[in-house]
């Protein structure tokens, strides 16, 4: 008996492919008996093309929009017509080869058992590409086309029977297919058409692919009716599609176990997928999970295959590709992409262009300078003091909680907390020691990433040579450096490090993730950059929009560390202590606009006024300073009248943002020390814009070419000789950073404080302009990382501020104030008074506490003079919640680590990978991206 | 300013960076050369500009601050009991039987009289003394009054003044003494250990907390080093009594700095003379002002400068009864000085002269021929100065066969009062209240005794007078901006002197930042 062959073409805006899909269907040698025209709600004029070719007949299914839906509806409206009824199921765009049903029908004749038969998929666009032939499973159940993206040589003309065949063109046996129940309404698109065969096979059916019969398509079925589809959208399909499949086919006694691992999975695969750059896929895949999990269709798929299953899972086993082909077929993909990989760039290598003897040189001028250093615990003076003993209390001093600082109060800490946690636990027997480190390794560290960022821009070794010299010796960093101010050091260290990473970013997910850790950072180390930085972000963003998505994220981990500070700064109205210096308050000079133009953060010039003062020659050292800054000033104004200006333009306004910055930065004073204010540390501004200045040599001696030696050879010795003092200071010990024994009390205090770490230690210092100022220890004392810039800018007094100030001010009297009562409530054991100048306000406070029959004197300690407070009764100290002890602060604390943890595995590097890119109708399936 | 140049200068970074080539190749001088120069130039003279305009800016533009106000709370310390000790009995070395020279005995019982203007005084004896008058009525004595509880930032005034007249074998004379807050810091001028004259040190500690004092000492030579100088602990409670001849033998004029550490103190000087086997007066020398260019020193009381005269030729050891100006100033060099004698009320002659002395060595310049009368000496130097008068006074001889009665006095220089004071005359022979006014403005003074009627004291800029007074009352000093004010008892052969000190002052509120 002739078979019948119903075709049921189905259209979803496929009004640009309908015109030749109709025709070729019109010219089949072996025509179908019956046409069905399925609309999915099309938009477009697919529903009058069709109306068209088949007057009447047309089948319209509102409300449905997959392949599978319109067809089973499609079909519940016409009858069959017997048993020997085929189904050929077409897309709009599935136009096929004239022979293409004659081929199909012939091989499903001479098979009886064959019950779906598909054709080979070529590309529509080129006909010579097979786009697919055939899909099959991994043992572990992942589906994977059988041939896909081949250029067709006939290499798969063999008729072979198959695990599944595509929808598109497959022919069915339409009482197989109404048997089957159709394809499962829990699979939209992907891996349908695999399941359906997969269950047909189940069933005792066999599934073949025809290589003679060839039908044309756009693109995959996920694609079907859409115009494009995101990476991660399709990667989300397709996990979604795989979970159900899964859970479907699992034995009964799997499936809670199946169940179960879902969600964690899918936490685990977004964890990879980030490794492997595919940000844009975490959703899918958090999606797919848990959709998987809520998934009500499996018990219905699950019954399906239970009715309809006569042979056992063993059947179709042999038809999985065996694990030996799937290593084959990745070692090939993986062939192939590298293959495709940019090639690397041109540019001086580290040790052949000269940077490993820079850094060398950096490393021995950094030994001479700090190598006293070489056996210290800790450092301490300036900025510095030592950091907590342990790394547990290094980490209990991050997040949202009680800041011990003063008197003590609920709040964020600085995000620069996160960055002394991260150098202490480096240095996890002695946090303090991180510290030394960076000292010791500061030149040369910062040499190292000056070269690298400089060698990135530049073709010849010795310009990078000459930015790593400048940047060596640029006076903020080595001033900083002496006043103890470590932010302003990790932010010169790391600038040139962001740079490289910023520009990298605009093609590469890791470099993206880096520039983010980087500019965390940064930012945490030096808030005051955090403008610049961010408007020369943006001016980046503009320069290169098709990047913007990789260049947005660089915010994000900054943004996730600042947020908790900023709604409290906010709060309290004082946005702009939010550029607060982080650390241990000091009060540092005022520049002048021209002390900024040369570089000097504190004021002078650079040492060279006192040093030729000393010599008896006044004046002299502004005449030093324009001499030695000349070639390095002329240089960079030159480079914008040279060729180049796309680097010395950038740099140019690099170097004027960061001179801005700094300007604005001496004028606000936000950071209180006790009865005076000082303002933002500007050597990070002024890092900013030495390193614009750097850039701008940069680029004339680029421009310059063979004639820049003499040019390069002035500004290296102009730079160095302007920095002689203040390296010699360092050397020399001049410095404010000294050796400390990592003791923040006097070891009476501490041997006290060891056995009671809630003991208080209450410091009065007498204020120069009189007046005093009080603040508490608790235990060991305030350490480097329980600073915090919400206490160092507040101008509020609170209540136990007040109560710590009546305390203080009676103690510097003669009162009938209860002192004792006041000191057991505040667990204060300790009397410090600092050593300074012998104000008025100081002998009254000496005198008075010398008075006080309560308080015993210790004498003169290494931190000040001492008294003890023996009666001290049991009690505790006023605390609050930790980092944890609040669900806001552990919400805080879980946010900030996810979104750092996230970063960190993005910026991961890793080879070279296969990566899914939005995928448009007509593209190649699968492209390999550079990264 | 600077920034809205920006965008002009980033033209040039539109044009592709074959720049180079182009340079490289050295392409003829084609139109697109040209204007890729052109635009190069007008980047470089936008970009000098913006740089020259931006670094000129930051110089010459005044930038505002933005300051924030660092907090600070304004502590008033909880007021508390005032107290002030008074130096207790006159001391000697030795006891009766003159045995025990290294230990001190008391010669009697002062009065103390004593007010507070809230009308609660206690009286405590210092319970320990070197002197074996702990808890006794010899020992020094704390008065001390308690702060009003309805009302604790009332100001409550208290004084109080001992006397005592001792006539004991050679212990023959009148001193008094005002009662005087504690201090870590304190000068005593006066007294001498030359031949026949005893200076004790007393230093009373009414604190809780033992004091540690150290002491410096200066004589006519220079400072003077000695063992023992240092670490001297006086007790919680307590009088220690040294000898200043123990430290300084043979100085004629020394000065004393004590400082305390741990508890305060007040100390003391306390001179007798013997010349030869008569007795030639005692005196207890309170603490004098800190060195300052202006020294005020009222209440000069000269009565009879006959008998004295006559005495004064008697001989190398009658010299001490002349009227002598002490003078020290701490540190080195010349210190200039002008020394003003000026008579109360503008009656009988003065003098004023100028005097210059060695900083560090303590100097002595004679005031003679003083007639009798009462005087202010004023004293302005341009260093820092302490000074202190010690005057003399006689009466003449009964007869040939019994000496002269003399004693002396050491006027020490008043503290400026400025507010109101309150000020106690101690008991003994015909009272003086002598107030001075060396500022250039007039001043009236209203003078209330305990329970009575005002009295208004007119006193003209420069002027000083002196006005009798009660023994053993108190009397409230008002209405005054700038006064200074001593108190003077005097008889035939009987002189004492002591300066009013300010009274009341409890501590000062103190600004507390956080």
Same mark, same amino acid.
């Given at each position: ?441 500061? %030149?040369?560290? *910062?040499?190292?990433? $000056?070269?690298?960022? #400089? !060698? &990135? ?5 010795? =310009?990078? /040579? ?27 260290? %790391?600038?040139? *490090?962001?740079?490289? $990473?910023?520009?990298? #970013? !605009? &093609? ?5 993730? =880096?520039? /983010? ?100 020659i006044p004046a002299g050292g502004s005449v030093v300073v324009v001499v030695a800054l000349a070639p390095l000033a002329v240089l960079a104004l030159l480079s914008l009248f040279l060729p180049g200006s796309r680097r010395s333009i950038p740099a140019m306004l690099v170097a004027l943002l960061g001179f801005v910055t700094a300007v604005i930065a001496a004028h606000i004073d936000v950071t209180l020390v006790g009865s005076q204010t000082t303002s933002i540390w500007v050597a990070p501004a002024l890092s900013l814009y030495w390193l614009g200045l750097a850039g701008a040599v940069m680029a004339a001696l ?157 004498g003169e300690t290494a931190n000040g003079f001492l008294w003890h407070y023996e009666g001290l009764a049991d009690g505790v100290a006023p605390s609050g919640p930790g980092a944890t002890g609040t669900p806001i602060g552990a919400g805080i604390l879980a946010g900030q680590g996810v979104i750092v943890a996230l970063t960190l595995l993005l910026a991961i590097p890793t080879s070279r990978r296969r990566r899914v890119r939005t995928t448009r109708a007509g593209d190649a399936q699968e492209v390999t991206d550079g990264e | 300013m600077s920034d809205t140049e920006l965008p002009p200068a980033a033209e040039p ?502």
């Open positions: 008996m002739q078979p019948r062959v119903t075709a049921v073409l189905i259209a979803r805006n496929g009004a640009q492919y309908l015109p030749k899909t109709l025709a070729a269907l019109a010219a089949q040698t072996r025509r179908p008996d019956r046409v069905i025209p399925v609309d999915v709600s099309s938009t477009d004029l697919s529903p009058e093309l069709m109306l068209k070719a088949y007057p009447g007949e047309l089948v319209r299914t509102p409300g449905r929009s997959t392949f599978g839906g319109a067809l089973s509806h499609a079909l519940a409206s016409v009858p069959s017509t017997g048993d020997d009824e085929w189904l050929w199921l077409l897309g709009h765009d599935n136009a096929p080869a004239p022979g293409a049903l004659s081929a199909l029908l012939g091989a499903v004749e001479v098979a009886p058992s064959v019950a779906v038969a598909g054709p080979k998929l070529m590309s529509l666009d080129s006909p010579d590409l097979i786009v697919g032939f055939g899909e099959t499973m991994t043992r572990l159940g992942r589906s994977l086309p059988v041939v896909a993206n081949e250029l067709d040589q006939a290499q798969h003309d063999v008729q072979s029977d198959l695990l599944g065949v595509a929808a598109s063109g497959m022919l069915v046996r339409r009482s197989v297919f109404t048997a089957l129940g159709g394809f499962d309404p829990g699979l939209p698109s992907v891996d349908a058409a695999l399941d359906f065969c997969v269950r047909a096979r189940l069933a005792g059916h066999r599934v073949i692919g025809v290589p003679s019969a060839r039908v044309a398509s756009a693109g995959p079925v996920e694609l079907f009716g859409r115009k494009s589809l995101s990476a991660g959208a399709q990667n989300r399909i397709r996990r979604s599609a795989q979970l159900h499949r899964r859970m479907t086919y699992a034995p009964g006694i799997t499936l809670v176990l199946h169940w179960l691992t879902l969600v964690p999975l899918a936490v685990l695969r977004s964890l990879a997928q980030l490794i492997a750059k595919r940000p844009g896929s975490v959703g899918g895949e958090l999606a797919a999970g848990l959709g998987a999990a809520f998934d009500g269709s499996v018990g219905r798929a699950r019954r399906g295959i239970r009715r309809t299953r006569v042979l056992g899972w063993a059947s179709i086993a042999a038809l999985r590709m065996p694990p030996a082909e799937l290593r084959e077929r990745r070692a090939h993909d993986r062939a192939v992409a590298q293959g495709t990989g940019a090639p690397q760039r041109e540019g001086p290598g580290f040790f052949a262009g000269g940077g490993a003897w820079v850094v060398l040189v950096a490393a021995v001028a950094g030994f001479i300078v700090f190598g006293r250093f070489i056996n210290a615990q800790a450092l301490a003076g300036g900025g510095l003091v030592p950091l907590s003993a342990t790394v547990g209390e290094l980490w209990s001093h991050v997040g949202y909680g009680w800041r011990d600082i003063g008197a003590g109060f609920t709040g964020a800490a600085d995000p620069f907390a996160y960055v002394l946690a991260v150098l202490g636990t480096v240095t996890f027997w002695n946090p303090s020691f991180s510290v030394v480190l960076i000292y010791l390794l500061a %030149l040369p560290l *910062a040499a190292l990433t $000056a070269w690298l960022c #400089a !060698a &990135r821009f530049s073709t010849r070794g010795w =310009g990078p /040579a000459v930015a790593a010299i400048i940047w060596t010796a640029a006076p903020p960093f080595l001033v900083s450096l002496g006043d103890g101010q470590l932010g302003a050091v990790i932010a010169h260290i %790391l600038l040139p *490090a962001l740079v490289l $990473a910023v520009v990298s #970013a !605009a &093609r590469s997910w890791a470099a993206a993730a =880096g520039a /983010a850790l980087l500019f965390a950072v940064v930012a945490a180390s030096a808030p005051v950059l955090v403008p610049a930085l961010v408007l020369l972000l943006l001016v980046w963003m503009a320069a290169r929009p098709t990047s913007i998505h990789r260049l947005v994220g660089i915010v994000i981990p900054a943004a996730a560390l600042f947020a908790p500070l900023v709604v409290q700064q906010l709060g309290r109205g004082n946005w702009l202590a939010l550029f607060a210096t982080p650390g241990h308050p000091v009060i540092s000079g005022t520049p002048s606009g021209l002390q900024l133009a040369i570089g000097s953060p504190s004021g002078g010039l650079h040492g060279w006024d006192a040093f030729l003062d000393g010599l008896g680029e421009s310059l070419a063979t004639r820049a030696t003499v040019p390069a050879f002035l500004v290296s010795i102009g730079v160095v000789a302007l920095a002689v003092p203040l390296f010699a200071a360092a050397a020399t010990g001049q410095t404010a950073v000294a050796e400390s024994n990592g003791r923040l009390l006097p070891a009476f205090v501490s041997a006290e404080a060891a056995t009671n770490p809630g003991l208080g230690t209450l410091q009065l210092s007498p204020e120069p302009g009189g007046g005093i100022a009080t603040t508490v220890h608790r235990g060991l004392g305030t350490t480097f990382d329980e600073q915090s810039t919400l206490d160092a800018t507040d101008t509020a007094v609170s209540e136990a501020d007040a109560r710590l100030a009546t305390l203080a001010g009676n103690l510097a009297s003669r009162s009938g104030f209860d002192i004792a009562a006041e000191l057991d409530a505040l667990q204060l054991g300790f009397v410090l008074v600092p050593d300074g100048a012998d104000e008025p306000d100081r002998v009254r406070l000496v005198q008075a506490l010398d008075g006080n029959r309560l308080l015993n004197p210790i | 970074d539109l044009f592709p960076e074959q720049e180079d080539e182009v340079v490289a190749t050295r392409e003829p001088l084609t139109a697109r050369r040209v204007a890729i120069v052109g635009v190069r130039l007008v980047a470089g003279v936008v970009g000098l500009g913006v740089a020259t305009v931006t670094i000129a800016a930051s110089v010459l533009l005044p930038l505002p601050t933005v300051s924030s106000t660092p907090p600070s709370t304004l502590v008033t310390p909880v007021p508390t009991a005032q107290q002030q000790v008074c130096p207790g009995a006159v001391l000697r070395l030795a006891d009766d039987t003159g045995q025990g020279a290294t230990t001190s005995s008391a010669l009697g019982v002062p009065t103390t009289s004593s007010a507070s203007s809230s009308g609660s005084v206690t009286r405590t004896p210092l319970q320990q003394s070197d002197a074996s008058t702990g808890g006794t009525a010899e020992a020094p004595v704390v008065i001390s009054t308690p702060p009003n509880a309805a009302d604790p930032a009332e100001v409550i005034l208290l004084s109080g003044a001992q006397s005592q007249q001792v006539n004991e074998g050679d212990f023959v004379g009148l001193a008094a003494a005002t009662c005087s807050a504690v201090s870590a810091d304190s000068w005593l001028v006066g007294g001498s250990t030359a031949v026949g004259r005893t200076t004790l040190l007393t230093l009373s500690n009414p604190t809780e907390v033992p004091a540690t004092v150290d002491l410096e000492l200066f004589g006519e030579n220079g400072a003077i080093t000695a063992p023992g100088t240092s670490g001297i602990v006086v007790p919680a409670s307590g009088q220690r009594v040294l000898s200043l001849a123990g430290f300084a033998p043979d100085v004629v004029s020394p000065v004393v700095h004590v400082t305390s550490t741990g508890g305060q103190v007040t100390a003391e000087l306390q001179q007798s003379t013997v010349r030869g086997l008569e007795p030639g007066g005692l005196d207890i020398v309170g603490a004098t002002v800190a060195p300052a260019t202006e020294v005020v020193i009222p209440g000069l009381r000269v009565d009879d400068l006959a008998s004295v005269q006559t005495l004064l030729v008697g001989g190398a050891s009658f010299a001490d009864l002349q009227t002598v100006l002490r003078l020290y100033a701490p540190g080195e060099g010349t210190v200039s000085t002008t020394i003003s004698v000026i008579p109360e009320d503008g009656v009988g002659t003065g003098t004023s002269f100028p005097y210059e002395f060695d900083a560090g060595r303590v100097a002595e310049v004679p005031i003679t021929d003083l007639e009798s009368g009462n005087y202010t000496v004023r004293i302005v130097a341009d260093a820092p100065t302490l000074a202190a008068v010690r005057v003399s006074n006689a009466a003449p001889a009964a007869n040939a066969d019994t000496p002269a009665a003399t004693d002396f006095a050491w006027l020490t220089a008043a503290v400026a009062l400025t507010t109101t004071a309150q000020l106690t005359v101690a008991t003994g022979p015909s009272p003086l209240l002598h107030i001075a006014n060396p500022t250039t403005a007039a001043v009236s003074m209203t003078l209330t005794a305990a329970g009575g009627e005002g009295t208004i004291v007119e006193l003209p800029a420069g002027a000083s007078t002196s006005l009798p007074v009660e023994g053993g009352e108190t009397y409230t000093l008002s209405g005054f901006d700038t006064l200074y004010a001593a108190v003077s008892l005097a008889g035939d052969g009987m002189i004492a002197r002591y300066s009013a000190q300010p009274s009341g002052a409890g501590s000062e509120p103190i600004r507390v930042y956080r």
